[in-house]
């Protein structure tokens, strides 16, 4: 299985980003699994920020809730994450991965995110 994160780039503050993740080389198992969108920002601990399952049902951290925004694609093995009204301390590395791993499981590259205020 490989995460292909892209869509990141520079904004300013307010501003809007549409990620996307395609996942490869699982297309049985992709539509059965949640999966997440998480981040990395400078100094700080990679955290999970929006998930969606496998029923497309979804839940947000507070610091993201109303602005992002997570969907799938089943027949291409996709995830999305729309962010609006982006902020600086939105600046980060975000990754695509399955609910429930840790630092220790593969990883894709990310994609980075900055934000100016």
């Known amino acids: 299985v490989q995460l292909v994160e892209s869509g990141g780039g520079l904004v300013q503050a307010g501003g809007s980003l549409r990620l996307a993740c395609v996942v490869s080389?699982?297309?049985?198992?992709?539509?059965?699994?949640?999966m997440g969108w998480y981040r990395r920002a400078p100094g700080k601990q990679r955290e999970l920020i929006a998930r969606?399952?496998?029923?497309?049902?979804?839940v947000y951290v507070d610091s993201v809730k109303g602005r992002f925004t997570i969907s799938r694609d089943n027949a291409k093995n996709t995830v999305y994450l729309q962010m609006t009204n982006l902020k600086p301390e939105d600046t980060a590395v975000y990754y695509c991965n399955w609910l429930g791993v840790n630092d220790h499981d593969y990883w894709g590259q990310g994609t980075l995110v900055t934000v100016s205020s």
């Open positions: 080389g699982s297309n049985y198992i992709f539509r059965l699994r949640g």
């Open positions: 969606i399952t496998a029923g497309s049902n979804t």
